[in-house]
């Protein structure tokens, strides 16, 4: 009986084992592929950001509707990630408020840094912070008109020392951060690390939430 159970036992693990590794190919991206971060249906991969007086966040027709926090309300990622060699994308829409909607925070090789989206009033665009310096003062600094209810595409790029931004394809951030300090800025936006979006004092949603690796790590 022994003899007959042993191949038995052998060759279903080795049927699992086989399965496993299908599995593991099928779901793990090849390079250069895009792959979804959010199921339209679930926040599956997500959790709500832990920042105090932090506002709602639901899923609405698809969408992530964030906020309004007292002041801020955002999602964080909890599955892995890479912190250089990678772009995100992503649609987002400012529904209400007046500041910023759907704030990236991302890493950057061992520490993080926040693409602000319509910050300080509602048009400045930037990271946060480069050198001490927040997006409002440092050279990424830039203006754009948000329309209420617009939906905007977003795409940033970590690559080597360096970091891309592009807003519906236009160009916003290219900026050279290679020997540079990257850091959050001081405060709540910690709780967006290691990836989140976050909203501030505003109601935002975002949509079609994609990431990629640009080469191995």
């Keep these: 009986m022994d003899r007959i159970f042993r191949p038995r036992c052998f060759f279903a693990v080795a049927a699992f ?8 190919a099928q779901t793990s991206p090849k390079i250069g592929e895009w792959q979804s971060l ?4 679930t926040l599956q991969g997500w ?4 920042f105090p007086g932090r506002g709602p966040v639901r899923i609405e027709n698809g969408h992530i509707v964030l906020g309004p926090g007292a002041p801020m309300a955002g999602i964080t990622w909890t599955g892995t990630y890479a912190r250089s060699n990678y772009e995100i994308r992503f649609e987002a829409a400012r529904l209400e408020g007046g500041d910023f909607f759907a704030s990236l925070t991302f890493p950057v090789e061992d520490s993080f840094c926040t693409w602000v989206t319509g910050g300080w009033g509602g048009d400045i665009v930037g990271l946060s912070s480069i050198d001490g310096w927040d997006a409002s ?6 203006y754009f008109d948000f ?3 617009r939906w905007y595409a977003l795409r940033l790029q970590v690559s080597a020392g360096r970091i891309h931004a592009w807003i519906d394809d236009r160009p916003i951030i290219d900026v050279n951060v290679a020997g540079r300090r990257i850091a959050l800025r001081p405060g709540d ?3 967006s690390a290691p ?6 004092n505003t109601t935002g949603t975002v949509r079609k939430i994609e990431y990629r690796l640009l080469k191995a790590e």
Excluded: C, I, M, P
């Design 17 to 24: 084992l086989a399965v496993a590794v299908q599995s593991l």
């Design 38 to 41: 959010f199921d339209g249906r």
């Design 47 to 50: 959790r709500q950001s832990q």
């Design 137 to 142: 003062d440092n050279e990424t600094r830039s």
């Design 147 to 149: 329309e209420k209810g």
């Design 189 to 191: 936006t910690k709780f």
């Design 195 to 200: 990836l989140g979006l976050a909203s501030y």
